[in-house]
């Protein structure tokens, strides 16, 4: 599966923005996806993932209740709808698919095989 994320932009504090990512490929549908975030000097971080069917989330401590991960199978489309934004929310996001089954939504990079290329989020103060 190949990935391709977009929506980045700069906005203010306390703006809503969301990114979306386009999947190629037949399988989409049958992944558990993910997006993490890379500030600048710092570790890539998860954020969020949703399970195949879309029925299952998981969110990062510092965004639960202000971003939202959803899915259109149909559309092969991920999207991520971020509210209240932050300063600290800057970042390049990316969008992600797992290599394998879990049980569980995976929160490690290493569990995520494919990857797209990432979309620029500054949010200003």
């Known amino acids: 599966v190949q990935l391709q994320a977009s929506g980045g932009g700069l906005v203010q504090a306390g703006d809503s923005l969301r990114v979306s990512c386009a999947a190629s490929g037949r399988t989409f549908s049958t992944y558990d996806m993910g997006w993490f975030r890379q500030a600048p000097g710092k570790e890539r971080e998860f954020v969020a993932a949703?399970?195949?069917?879309?029925?299952?989330?998981s969110y990062a401590g510092s965004v639960k209740d202000r971003f939202t991960i959803s899915r259109d199978n149909a559309k092969n489309t991920m999207y991520l709808q971020m509210s209240s934004l932050k300063p600290e929310d800057t970042g390049i996001y990316y969008c992600?698919?797992?290599?394998?089954?879990?049980?569980?939504?995976?929160?490690?990079?290493?569990?995520?095989?494919?990857w797209g290329q990432g979309t620029q989020v500054t949010v200003s103060s």
């Open positions: 949703i399970s195949w069917s879309g029925s299952r989330a």
């Open positions: 992600a698919a797992v290599g394998a089954r879990y049980i569980t939504l995976a929160r490690s990079k290493d569990a995520y095989a494919y």
